[in-house]
């Protein structure tokens, strides 16, 4: 169950260079870092002191990486009760962000649940991840332009605040099971892609609260909307089928050449679309079963990148 969403939401290149082109590749001539900043791919998990506290993360680089080449980087957020390695094991995030040119990160909360709220006494998860994409940006050869956060259900109400967090280091935000409304200030419009089952028990498609409290969430295609006019989109969105079962809503032409999404599922409940837990879950659709999320959230990512903060 989540434990906390939200209804009403209260840098600098860092000596790297930047590429030019819009895909997860380097363009022929775009500047590279020097000096590289090599590093051994493993699978083993990773380990950052912050706060008085060992956190530890997950660490894929891209194939072929050579610490020459930026490439650009995405955290992998994980839900209410969940962990790094299940988070991986269900978005699948790391192998196929890795295969297509990515850097991913993976990282564990210290209790069962992101500190959205800022609750004093619990974890500074804001100053962790901040702090950690510096330390990466430093040993790892990171285009900063391309930065980008996602997450399931308490890691997507997460990576909402997240990006909308000063310094405002992120170009895109993907919110999966989980669409939260944008608390950026007005000159900050990180592109924003969302997911949402229209079954999903947990947090109600059409609005209600979350389950098993009286936490109120707004309809995900209300929210959707209120990303839009916060960012000066078309008022009109695009209506396109990605497949039979899912629908996606496109708000275009937004302020900074951002775009707002809302991928619905039909049917679809609140696992990760595609996942292990997507295909076990026997109330599931079958767009549900079978909407290759982490696909779709790449390629949205893919196509954007920091153009404010």
Same mark, same amino acid.
């Given at each position: 169950?989540?434990?906390?969403?939200?209804? =009403?939401? !209260?840098?600098?290149?860092?000596?790297? #260079? +930047? @590429? $030019? %082109?819009?895909?997860?590749?380097?363009?022929? &001539? =775009?500047? !590279?870092?020097?000096?590289?900043?090599? #590093? +051994? @791919? $493993? %699978?083993?998990?990773?380990?950052?002191?912050? &706060?008085?506290?060992?956190?530890?993360?997950?660490?894929?680089?891209?194939?072929?990486?050579?610490?020459?080449?930026?490439?650009?980087?995405?955290?992998?957020?994980?839900?209410?009760?969940?962990?790094?390695?299940?988070?991986?094991?269900?978005?699948?995030?790391?192998?196929?962000?890795?295969?297509?040119?990515?850097?991913?990160?993976?990282?564990?909360?210290?209790?069962?649940?992101?500190?959205?709220?800022?609750?004093?006494?619990?974890?500074?998860?804001?100053?962790?991840?901040?702090?950690?994409?510096?330390?990466?940006?430093?040993?790892?050869?990171?285009?900063?332009?391309?930065?980008?956060?996602?997450?399931?259900?308490?890691?997507?109400?997460?990576?909402?605040?997240?990006?909308?967090?000063?310094?405002?280091?992120?170009?895109?935000?993907?919110?999966?099971?989980?669409?939260?409304?944008?608390?950026?200030?007005?000159?900050?419009?990180?592109?924003?892609?969302?997911?949402?089952?229209?079954?999903?028990?947990?947090?109600?498609?059409?609005?209600?609260?979350?389950?098993?409290?009286?936490?109120?969430?707004?309809?995900?295609?209300?929210?959707?909307?209120?990303?839009?006019?916060?960012?000066?989109?078309?008022?009109?969105?695009?209506?396109?089928?990605?497949?039979?079962?899912?629908?996606?809503?496109?708000?275009?032409?937004?302020?900074?050449?951002?775009?707002?999404?809302?991928?619905?599922?039909?049917?679809?409940?609140?696992?990760?679309?595609?996942?292990?837990?997507?295909?076990?879950?026997?109330?599931?659709?079958?767009?549900?079963?079978?909407?290759?999320?982490?696909?779709?959230?790449?390629?949205?990512?893919?196509?954007?990148?920091?153009?404010?903060?």
């Amino acid at each position: 169950m989540i434990a906390c969403l939200v209804a =009403a939401c !209260t840098g600098s290149n860092g000596g790297h #260079a +930047t @590429p $030019t %082109t819009g895909g997860a590749g380097r363009a022929a &001539g =775009a500047p !590279t870092c020097r000096p590289a900043r090599p #590093a +051994t @791919p $493993t %699978t083993a998990p990773q380990t950052f002191r912050f &706060g008085g506290h060992d956190r530890t993360y997950l660490l894929a680089l891209p194939r072929g990486y050579d610490g020459r080449t930026p490439a650009p980087l995405v955290f992998d957020f994980h839900g209410f009760l969940g962990r790094k390695e299940t988070t991986e094991a269900n978005t699948n995030m790391g192998a196929k962000g890795s295969a297509r040119g990515f850097i991913v990160v993976t990282p564990d909360s210290l209790g069962v649940q992101w500190n959205m709220f800022s609750a004093p006494g619990e974890a500074d998860d804001y100053g962790f991840v901040h702090a950690l994409l510096g330390d990466l940006e430093q040993r790892l050869c990171v285009d900063t332009s391309r930065v980008y956060a996602a997450g399931h259900s308490n890691g997507s109400a997460f990576a909402a605040f997240l990006v909308c967090k000063a310094p405002y280091e992120f170009g895109a935000v993907a919110m999966v099971s989980a669409t939260t409304p944008t608390s950026c200030p007005a000159d900050v419009t990180p592109a924003a892609i969302a997911v949402a089952g229209t079954a999903d028990p947990q947090v109600p498609y059409a609005g209600g609260t979350v389950r098993g409290s009286t936490i109120p969430i707004p309809p995900a295609q209300s929210v959707i909307a209120g990303y839009a006019k916060k960012y000066g989109c078309d008022a009109t969105p695009l209506n396109t089928v990605l497949q039979p079962g899912v629908d996606e809503l496109r708000y275009a032409h937004c302020a900074g050449g951002s775009e707002v999404v809302l991928d619905t599922v039909a049917g679809g409940t609140h696992p990760w679309p595609s996942s292990g837990d997507a295909i076990r879950d026997p109330t599931d659709s079958t767009a549900g079963k079978t909407f290759p999320a982490t696909d779709r959230i790449l390629d949205f990512l893919t196509a954007h990148r920091r153009t404010s903060g």
